[in-house]
């Protein structure tokens, strides 16, 4: 019953949503799918092992940053220590000693010396946009100096903005020294208090959004660092229990303890990380996912009807727009039509991360367009698992219809006819001890 009810259409004569708690499940599912497809385990695994020899850099590079401007100078130890609080389970104290010695070692490295520190760092920012691009389907990678100055806006702008967020919080804690500013400041406590969260959520979703090689909805990408956010505090908490209740390690690794602690946290936040992207990515592609999903052919040409359109006015086609139109199992298949689009040099990808149509549609054939595809034609009953906006089938169907009323003019003959060897049928011997 609920089957058919979810099929009835309702006023405006589209498919009724699925209820709220069968799409939920049905997105769960297809995350938990794309994160297993993807390789998410494999890549955290990569990137925990270019974070331990990363983190030093990026130490360097934020503290250097930081240094340069004076009014800033003071708040570069504030920032860490609130990283490891906030970010890292309490048993990185003497990981943080350390990281902090080796940090301050490193700024006394010629220019030489802090070029390749540089360079360690923009590594682990292009491996990161790797395992994204890999999530969203993206081919091609930012190259020259478009790549260089995302990633330097990156690694500057983030810690310019966490120093102006230290430097807000110590304004307003300082006006604790005013008595008539004690109301605002016990007014205004609650709302520092959710600053860690707050501002690990705009981290993850500025990671979401400013990483992959696409254009990602802003929305999505905040709904995914959000997500993000929530399961990263889990895990930090999680983590701590865990550390207290089970010291043991410590009677093995001894003052090596942290190391392998440190290492498991990185690679449980790399799990969370990529699970947000998937999650992001998801709220992307799936809202039309209740929606039939149609023969390939078909799908392509409805993604080409999308390029048609755009191109009369100028415009340009984004994955998100491509995906938006396709319904249940197709949003696998865009990236595959990408490639074949651009393979065929039907469409091509601009410097944006969009695409374009590169050739007249007037001078394409279905025939030589269809050779080139590597699924069969459509079969009559194909032609009925549609889309409700999809009234240009229309004017294909018939030709469809007749193509597959010839092939089986064409191809009666029975097996055993064309199966047959010269020789039997010259003797006209044939078995019949199938018959």
């Given at each position: 019953?609920?089957?058919i009810?979810?099929?009835?259409?309702?006023?405006?004569?589209?498919?009724?949503?699925?209820?709220?708690?069968?799409?939920?499940?049905?997105?769960?599912?297809?995350?938990?799918?794309?994160?297993?497809?993807?390789?998410?385990?494999?890549?955290?695994?990569?990137?925990?092992?270019?974070?331990?020899?990363?983190?030093?850099?990026?130490?360097?590079?934020?503290?250097?940053?930081?240094?340069?401007?004076?009014?800033?100078?003071h708040?570069?130890?504030?920032?860490?220590?609130?990283?490891?609080?906030?970010?890292?389970?309490?048993?990185g104290?003497?990981?943080?000693?350390?990281?902090?010695?080796?940090?301050?070692q490193a700024?006394?490295?010629?220019?030489?010396?802090?070029?390749?520190?540089?360079?360690?760092?923009?590594?682990?920012?292009?491996?990161?946009?790797?395992?994204?691009?890999?999530?969203?389907?993206?081919?091609?990678?930012?190259?020259?100096?478009?790549?260089?100055?995302?990633?330097?806006?990156?690694?500057?702008?983030?810690?310019?903005?966490?120093?102006?967020?230290?430097?807000?919080?110590?304004?307003?804690?300082?006006?604790?020294?005013?008595?008539?500013?004690?109301?605002?400041?016990?007014?205004?406590?609650?709302?520092?208090?959710?600053?860690?969260?707050?501002?690990?959520?705009?981290?993850?979703?500025?990671?979401?959004?400013?990483?992959?090689?696409?254009?990602?909805?802003?929305?999505?990408?905040?709904?995914?660092?959000?997500?993000?956010?929530?399961?990263?505090?889990?895990?930090?908490k999680?983590?701590?229990?865990?550390?207290?209740?089970?010291?043991?390690?410590?009677?093995?690794?001894?003052?090596?303890?942290?190391?392998?602690v440190?290492?498991?946290?990185?690679?449980?936040?790399?799990?969370?990380i990529?699970?947000?992207?998937?999650?992001?990515?998801?709220?992307?592609?799936?809202?039309?996912?209740?929606?039939?999903?149609?023969?390939?052919?078909?799908?392509?040409?409805?993604?080409?009807?999308?390029?048609?359109?755009?191109?009369?006015?100028?415009?340009?086609?984004?994955?998100?727009?491509?995906?938006?139109?396709?319904?249940?199992?197709?949003?696998?298949?865009?990236?595959?039509?990408?490639?074949?689009?651009?393979?065929?040099?039907?469409?091509?990808?601009?410097?944006?991360?969009?695409?374009?149509?590169?050739r007249?549609?007037?001078?394409?054939?279905?025939?030589?367009?269809?050779?080139a595809?590597?699924w069969?034609?459509?079969?009559?009953?194909?032609?009925?698992?549609?889309?409700?906006?999809?009234?240009?089938?229309?004017?294909?169907?018939?030709?469809?219809l007749?193509?597959?009323?010839?092939?089986?003019?064409?191809?009666?003959?029975?097996?055993?006819?064309?199966?047959?060897?010269?020789?039997?049928?010259?003797?006209?011997?044939?078995?019949?001890?199938?018959?």
């Amino acid at each position: 019953m609920t089957g058919i009810l979810d099929r009835l259409p309702d006023s405006t004569g589209k498919p009724m949503p699925l209820p709220v708690l069968r799409q939920s499940l049905s997105f769960i599912r297809f995350v938990v799918r794309r994160f297993q497809a993807d390789n998410c385990r494999q890549n955290a695994i990569v990137l925990t092992y270019t974070t331990l020899f990363a983190v030093v850099p990026i130490m360097t590079v934020t503290f250097a940053i930081l240094s340069g401007i004076p009014s800033l100078q003071h708040v570069s130890v504030d920032i860490q220590n609130f990283v490891f609080e906030h970010f890292i389970p309490s048993t990185g104290a003497a990981l943080q000693e350390r990281l902090h010695q080796f940090a301050q070692q490193a700024r006394g490295l010629t220019v030489v010396g802090v070029g390749m520190l540089f360079v360690t760092a923009l590594m682990m920012l292009v491996t990161i946009e790797q395992a994204f691009n890999e999530i969203w389907k993206v081919r091609v990678a930012r190259k020259g100096v478009v790549a260089f100055l995302r990633y330097w806006a990156v690694l500057s702008l983030g810690p310019l903005l966490l120093g102006a967020g230290f430097g807000i919080s110590s304004y307003l804690t300082s006006l604790k020294l005013f008595s008539t500013a004690a109301s605002v400041v016990h007014d205004v406590a609650p709302g520092l208090q959710l600053l860690p969260f707050v501002s690990t959520t705009l981290a993850f979703m500025l990671l979401y959004v400013a990483v992959p090689n696409c254009k990602v909805p802003l929305r999505a990408g905040f709904w995914g660092g959000l997500f993000a956010a929530f399961l990263f505090e889990l895990a930090k908490k999680g983590f701590g229990l865990f550390v207290s209740h089970f010291s043991s390690y410590t009677l093995v690794y001894g003052a090596f303890a942290a190391v392998p602690v440190f290492l498991i946290w990185i690679y449980v936040s790399w799990i969370i990380i990529l699970l947000g992207v998937e999650v992001t990515r998801g709220l992307a592609v799936f809202r039309r996912t209740g929606l039939a999903s149609r023969h390939p052919v078909l799908a392509l040409l409805d993604v080409l009807q999308l390029f048609w359109r755009k191109q009369l006015h100028g415009g340009t086609v984004t994955d998100i727009e491509a995906l938006s139109i396709l319904g249940g199992q197709e949003t696998e298949l865009w990236f595959q039509f990408a490639d074949i689009l651009q393979r065929e040099h039907i469409i091509q990808r601009t410097d944006n991360g969009s695409y374009v149509l590169a050739r007249n549609l007037e001078k394409i054939s279905f025939s030589g367009f269809y050779r080139a595809l590597p699924w069969s034609l459509p079969q009559p009953a194909d032609l009925e698992r549609l889309h409700a906006d999809d009234h240009w089938v229309s004017v294909l169907k018939p030709a469809l219809l007749r193509v597959n009323e010839s092939i089986d003019v064409e191809l009666k003959q029975s097996l055993a006819s064309i199966l047959a060897d010269d020789a039997v049928q010259d003797s006209g011997v044939v078995s019949n001890e199938c018959d």
